[in-house]
């Protein structure tokens, strides 16, 4: 119970909801860095996949080592835990990365961000009328819109939007925005059961191994490996280790729309660390940023205030 007690602390939901999108969101430029360092072209679409299989096999073997090293035994699932951990990783790492890249490819950078920012939106959507998880309730709402005119706002003036839509293009990035959503519904329900920590290791180790082989298969190469270009993918590996298993514990304690409202800082945490990361730091405090910065936190406040305000309500009665 105290666990439990911690982990629905407004505060501590906060500061690890934010840690995660902070994680998150220093990938992309990571990642642009990582394509530098290694020497992969930005249309060599196998090498991209095979450089995720590697990073993700990473966050697998992180995810499983640490854990076993917290607990004082191996970290070992269950016989019943097989069948959940592969459907996870087929939503959360294979499908939705090959969907996302092949689609990012095919679209411009500023309709994919926008795109892949409906994320959030889409796991509250999909948690509310069709798990029926909870329900969707008027201030939520308002919520997600601001939030999402945020992850918009942050996204403007980096380049056309357009205005043809192209099925193996944002149409791709739709469906891989929306097998995250899924796959964090089923986070939520199979950590209820097991433990979520457990079920990100696996996911990504088994995730990223078929990755690999399919970027290896279909010509990817990776060379030029040095010690900075290893760091980073260490450091690649590191965040999606610790952002992914951070983000499931909070899912199981909390209702999903509680967590799911700070995914909308991910994509904005993106645009102000590649800013920074990549250069351009006159462009990381904008006024356009500021703006999408309070619009994110405008929205996560509405949704947390409101599900505040509905467990004060929810006072148990005597018997």
Partial sequence: MKKEKLLTNGWVVAIGAIISCALWGSAFPCIKIGYKLLNI???????????????????????????????????????????????????????????FYVGLAHSSGVTGSIITGTNSLLTILIACFIFRQEKMTLPTMIGCVIGLA???????????????????????VFIAALFYAISSIYLKKYSQQDDPVMLSGYQFLVGGLILSVLGFATGGRLSGFTLQSSLLLLYLGFLSA???????????????????????????????????????????????????????????IVVNLWKKKEGEQKVPQAE
């Fill in 41 to 99: 072209a930005a249309d060599d679409v196998s090498t991209q996949i095979l450089f995720a299989g590697v990073r993700f096999t990473l966050a697998g073997v992180l995810s499983i080592v640490f854990e076993s090293i917290i607990e004082r035994r191996v970290l070992l699932p269950k016989k019943s835990s097989i069948g959940n951990i592969l459907k996870l990783c087929m939503m959360q790492t294979v499908i939705q990365y090959l969907f």
């Fill in 242 to 300: 610790m952002a992914y298993a951070l983000w499931g514990i909070l899912l199981k304690y909390n209702p999903v729309s509680r967590v799911a409202i700070y995914g909308f800082t991910n994509p904005v945490i993106g645009v102000l660390l590649s800013a920074l990361l990549l250069g351009e730091g006159g462009q990381a405090f904008s006024a356009k940023n500021l703006l999408a910065l309070l619009l994110v936190c405008t929205g996560i």
């Fill in 150 to 172: 945020g992850v918009v706002v942050a996204n403007l003036g980096g380049g056309s939007i357009g205005t043809q839509m192209h099925l193996n293009g944002e149409g791709f």
